[in-house]
């Protein structure tokens, strides 16, 4: 009946010449109308279509609706090159290099929510160019261990600063028509046994630590999609997990957005049907190349889905549900006509990505004010370590891209101080020579097939000579380092960089060591290098932006989001809980890897402040090379009844000769509580630019649930009434000024 209305009113525009636009395709109209007008015109096959896959990363819409396709791209730091329809190898694009960002923990590091949208902004930008509507990303798992391999695509190990960072990202891409797909929902925070890995986390840990930031995504930044991960969660994969999607996602935080399932990550259909997938991708590799049919009709979510429905082993409301989320994601992204059109590599793009790896350079150590580099004295440099020379955008997994260039940490050295330093290079140590990933290349030979001891011998000649010594070394994007897929196998550096390390600091004592990687490591000549700096994967403008840095074209000021551990038993994943856990055999069967979160809501800084530990640089700490001093926080005595926030007051004075940025961290202390409560838990922080002598009054709101935590019987968040003092910090190591209130 409807398909007949339907037809006359079509036939009555031809004749009448007056064709009215279906509500669907009318975008004047309310987006809700829009859909449920589309879905009361689909079929049941059309709508089993649009749920999944048809090739590696897109989805086919409803051609005869003018229902446009879904295209979905990698993410999380740069537009992955394009892949054949049904293989991960390159399609062979010529115009498909991109503007590569530096790594989320790097943006991270900026402590700087306006770099977060700088950074959305702009990877939106290059995604809506190539006509991407979503955008799998940004990472936000939290840092449970430093050996997790994917640590570098997130942003650490704070719930509060992850959430203030993840919203701008979002909101950023989002300004394009481009929807982020926030990942990995929830609990993914390791990548060895990542399909079978089962985290047994109680309710207080998973409020407190591992949801906040997926929270503030869904209901701040308003994601149109979110990635659920390929791990277990009490009984279910992530992906189509009850409690994780239906119950919390779009129950209890009410989200309206899709749903996409990691790219292989679904196993079955029933509890796909039912626990809150709403797209399928990557289910398998072999789409039309292999076997009788179209792989893809054969997903889960596809014919046997559709079969489910006719046998009435499924009803049509679950599916009509799914089918909503997808069709507003498509409204709200390729079917949006208002987005903008993009662009890709443009001067902005290759600007920000500059500007943000500055930004994200974390001073450590710098003793004697070693830097920044002084060019009347220095003549001399020794650059040491195949960091310098290593092209770091291709590699990793699925955040591997095709830059349109990559300027390396020797080659920003040469061009920024070459007219007045002499710089000579000893590469010290082989690590991984290679660099492909699914067929792009970065074009570099590293093979060398000198002896580790004449790389040494070669490289201790060098530094001798030298006026000041940078090694540029850490971890690279192979497997076990930072890479999907595999785990670090120890927190040292490899390579035998330890020792190197330790040999240059005692032929020259000007050494500056620049460690590239997204995740700790051990580093135990601490105390013997006098400057230590965390470099982080900067992307295109790696060389530019750590050359501005050591200059001191810019003067340094981002800030761990991570701590800085001295051994793995300082992690509260090692030392108590479990990592990467134990076998078991679950309800049905199958073995997973059950990894019992015993620490709880004791991760990073947290554990050291509950065990007096002294981390090698706490959470939060980075130098500048001005210094500031902080004057007396002042907070009101009383957080009264009436009050929904109370502000606190902090001054502070930037006392050296440079301009500066300083990020200011307010810290809360429950100082009695009836239940286990950190010491201390980051609740606000602000970044501000200091002249030399100039003085700003910081000022932080409070409110309420800032000082609650989660109360896992009553299912809520609860303040208990009493004394809470705020410790305001540099770092999580260095609280520079005291203050507190009763709050009733
Ligand atoms: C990764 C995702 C990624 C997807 C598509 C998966 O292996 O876990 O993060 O977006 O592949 O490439």
């Given at each position: 009946?409807?398909?007949?209305?339907?037809?006359?009113?079509?036939?009555?525009g031809?004749?009448?010449g007056?064709?009215?636009?279906?509500?669907?395709?009318?975008?004047s109209?309310?987006?809700?109308?829009?859909v449920?007008?589309?879905?009361?015109?689909?079929?049941?096959?059309?709508?089993?279509?649009?749920?999944?896959?048809q090739s590696k990363?897109s989805?086919p819409?409803?051609?005869?609706?003018?229902?446009?396709?879904?295209?979905?791209?990698?993410?999380?730091?740069?537009?992955?090159?394009e892949?054949?329809?049904?293989?991960?190898?390159?399609?062979?694009?010529?115009?498909?290099?991109?503007?590569?960002?530096?790594?989320?923990?790097?943006?991270?590091?900026?402590?700087?929510?306006?770099?977060?949208?700088?950074?959305?902004?702009?990877?939106?930008?290059?995604a809506?160019?190539?006509?991407?509507?979503?955008?799998l990303?940004?990472?936000?798992?939290?840092y449970?261990?430093?050996?997790?391999?994917?640590?570098?695509?997130?942003?650490?190990?704070?719930?509060?600063?992850?959430?203030?960072?993840?919203?701008p990202?979002?909101?950023?891409?989002?300004?394009?028509?481009?929807?982020?797909?926030?990942?990995?929902?929830?609990?993914?925070?390791?990548?060895?046994?990542?399909?079978?890995?089962?985290?047994?986390?109680?309710?207080?840990?998973?409020?407190?630590?591992y949801?906040?930031?997926?929270?503030?995504?869904?209901?701040e930044?308003?994601?149109?999609?979110?990635?659920?991960?390929?791990?277990?969660?009490?009984?279910?994969?992530?992906?189509?997990n009850?409690i994780?999607?239906?119950?919390?996602?779009?129950?209890?935080?009410d989200?309206?957005?899709?749903?996409?399932?990691d790219?292989?990550?679904v196993?079955?259909?029933?509890?796909?049907?039912?626990?809150?997938l709403?797209?399928?991708?990557?289910?398998?590799t072999n789409?039309?190349t292999?076997g009788?049919?179209?792989?893809?009709?054969?997903?889960?979510?596809?014919?046997?889905?559709?079969?489910?429905?006719?046998?009435?082993?499924?009803?049509?409301?679950?599916?009509?549900?799914?089918?909503?989320?997808?069709?507003?994601?498509?409204?709200?992204t390729?079917?949006?006509?208002?987005?903008?059109?993009?662009?890709?590599?443009?001067?902005?793009?290759?600007?920000?990505?500059?500007?943000?790896?500055?930004?994200?350079?974390?001073?450590?150590?710098?003793?004697?004010?070693?830097?920044?580099?002084?060019?009347?004295?220095?003549?001399?440099i020794?650059?040491?370590?195949?960091?310098?020379?290593?092209?770091?955008?291709?590699?990793?997994?699925?955040?591997?891209?095709?830059?349109?260039?990559?300027?390396?940490?020797?080659e920003?050295?040469?061009?920024?101080?070459?007219?007045?330093?002499?710089?000579?290079?000893?590469?010290?140590?082989?690590?991984?020579?290679?660099?492909?990933?699914?067929?792009?290349?970065?074009?570099?030979?590293?093979?060398d097939?000198?002896?580790?001891?004449?790389?040494?011998?070669?490289?201790?000649?060098?530094?001798?000579?030298?006026d000041?010594?940078?090694?540029?070394?850490?971890?690279?994007?192979?497997?076990?380092?930072?890479?999907?897929?595999?785990?670090?196998?120890?927190?040292?550096?490899?390579?035998?960089?330890?020792e190197?390390?330790?040999?240059?600091?005692?032929?020259?004592?000007?050494?500056?060591?620049?460690?590239?990687?997204?995740?700790?490591?051990?580093?135990?000549?601490?105390?013997?290098?006098?400057?230590?700096?965390?470099?982080?994967?900067?992307?295109?403008?790696?060389?530019?932006a750590?050359?501005?840095?050591?200059?001191?074209?810019?003067?340094?000021?981002?800030?761990?989001?991570?701590?800085?551990?001295?051994?793995?038993?300082?992690?509260g994943?090692?030392?108590?809980?479990?990592?990467?856990?134990?076998k078991?055999?679950?309800?049905?069967?199958?073995?997973?890897?059950d990894?019992?979160?015993?620490?709880?809501?004791?991760?990073?800084y947290?554990?050291?402040?509950?065990?007096?530990?002294?981390?090698?640089?706490?959470?939060?700490?980075?130098?500048?090379?001005?210094?500031?001093?902080?004057?007396?926080?002042v907070?009101?005595?009383?957080?009264?009844?009436?009050?929904?926030?109370?502000?606190?007051v902090?001054?502070?004075?930037?006392?050296g000769?440079?301009?500066?940025k300083?990020?200011?961290q307010?810290?809360?202390?429950?100082?009695?509580?009836?239940?286990?409560?950190?010491?201390?838990?980051l609740?606000?922080?602000?970044?501000?630019?200091?002249n030399?002598?100039?003085?700003?009054?910081?000022?932080?709101?409070?409110?309420?649930?800032?000082?609650?935590?989660?109360?896992?019987?009553?299912h809520d968040?609860?303040m208990?009434p009493?004394?809470?003092?705020i410790?305001?910090?540099a770092?999580?190591?260095?609280?520079?000024?005291?203050?507190?209130?009763?709050?009733e």
């Amino acid at each position: 009946m409807k398909k007949l209305l339907l037809c006359v009113s079509v036939l009555l525009g031809v004749f009448t010449g007056k064709a009215e636009t279906p509500v669907y395709l009318d975008d004047s109209k309310p987006i809700e109308e829009r859909v449920e007008d589309a879905l009361s015109r689909m079929t049941l096959r059309e709508k089993i279509n649009l749920i999944h896959a048809q090739s590696k990363f897109s989805a086919p819409g409803v051609p005869r609706l003018g229902i446009a396709e879904i295209w979905c791209t990698d993410g999380p730091m740069g537009v992955r090159p394009e892949v054949l329809w049904d293989e991960w190898e390159q399609a062979g694009w010529t115009n498909d290099s991109c503007t590569a960002f530096p790594s989320l923990t790097a943006l991270a590091a900026t402590w700087n929510p306006d770099m977060a949208l700088l950074y959305g902004k702009s990877i939106g930008e290059e995604a809506r160019f190539r006509n991407k509507s979503v955008l799998l990303g940004p990472g936000i798992n939290v840092y449970r261990t430093p050996l997790n391999g994917r640590n570098f695509e997130y942003m650490g190990e704070d719930p509060y600063l992850i959430s203030e960072m993840v919203v701008p990202y979002v909101q950023g891409v989002q300004s394009n028509g481009v929807a982020a797909c926030v990942k990995h929902f929830a609990l993914n925070n390791n990548e060895i046994n990542r399909h079978t890995s089962n985290p047994i986390v109680d309710d207080r840990t998973l409020y407190e630590i591992y949801l906040p930031g997926f929270k503030a995504a869904a209901t701040e930044g308003d994601a149109w999609s979110f990635m659920g991960g390929y791990n277990l969660f009490r009984g279910e994969h992530a992906s189509y997990n009850p409690i994780l999607m239906n119950q919390i996602l779009k129950g209890e935080w009410d989200w309206d957005g899709a749903v996409i399932s990691d790219w292989g990550a679904v196993h079955d259909t029933a509890t796909a049907v039912s626990g809150g997938l709403d797209m399928e991708f990557g289910s398998w590799t072999n789409g039309l190349t292999n076997g009788q049919s179209n792989a893809y009709d054969n997903y889960f979510l596809a014919q046997p889905y559709l079969e489910g429905i006719q046998n009435g082993t499924y009803s049509e409301d679950e599916l009509n549900d799914k089918v909503r989320r997808v069709l507003r994601l498509t409204f709200r992204t390729a079917m949006n006509r208002n987005r903008p059109w993009g662009a890709m590599n443009s001067d902005e793009h290759v600007a920000a990505a500059r500007e943000i790896g500055e930004e994200g350079i974390v001073l450590l150590k710098n003793d004697n004010n070693i830097l920044p580099i002084d060019t009347h004295k220095t003549k001399k440099i020794a650059v040491i370590g195949e960091n310098a020379i290593k092209k770091m955008t291709v590699g990793g997994g699925s955040s591997s891209l095709k830059a349109r260039y990559e300027i390396t940490p020797l080659e920003g050295l040469q061009k920024r101080f070459g007219d007045e330093a002499e710089i000579i290079y000893a590469r010290g140590y082989v690590g991984d020579p290679s660099g492909n990933y699914n067929g792009v290349s970065t074009g570099q030979d590293l093979s060398d097939s000198r002896s580790p001891e004449e790389l040494t011998a070669e490289a201790l000649q060098v530094a001798k000579d030298a006026d000041l010594v940078i090694f540029i070394g850490g971890l690279n994007k192979s497997d076990h380092q930072d890479a999907e897929d595999s785990d670090r196998e120890t927190l040292s550096l490899p390579y035998g960089q330890d020792e190197l390390i330790t040999s240059l600091a005692k032929v020259n004592p000007n050494l500056v060591m620049l460690n590239i990687s997204g995740t700790g490591v051990a580093m135990p000549w601490v105390n013997e290098v006098p400057v230590i700096l965390q470099g982080w994967y900067l992307g295109n403008e790696t060389g530019n932006a750590i050359a501005s840095v050591l200059a001191g074209d810019v003067n340094p000021s981002g800030k761990l989001p991570y701590t800085y551990y001295a051994s793995l038993d300082q992690v509260g994943a090692h030392a108590e809980g479990e990592y990467p856990g134990h076998k078991s055999i679950d309800a049905l069967g199958n073995e997973v890897m059950d990894i019992p979160y015993n620490e709880g809501i004791y991760v990073g800084y947290r554990y050291i402040d509950k065990n007096k530990l002294k981390p090698t640089f706490p959470f939060g700490h980075g130098l500048s090379y001005t210094n500031y001093e902080y004057g007396k926080a002042v907070a009101p005595k009383f957080f009264a009844k009436d009050d929904d926030k109370i502000e606190i007051v902090v001054p502070v004075t930037n006392t050296g000769d440079r301009k500066g940025k300083e990020t200011v961290q307010l810290y809360v202390r429950d100082v009695k509580s009836s239940v286990d409560r950190p010491y201390k838990e980051l609740k606000r922080f602000k970044k501000v630019e200091l002249n030399p002598g100039e003085t700003k009054d910081v000022k932080f709101e409070l409110d309420r649930s800032a000082l609650s935590y989660f109360d896992a019987d009553k299912h809520d968040w609860v303040m208990e009434p009493g004394d809470f003092e705020i410790l305001i910090g540099a770092s999580s190591g260095d609280i520079r000024s005291k203050t507190s209130f009763k709050a009733e």
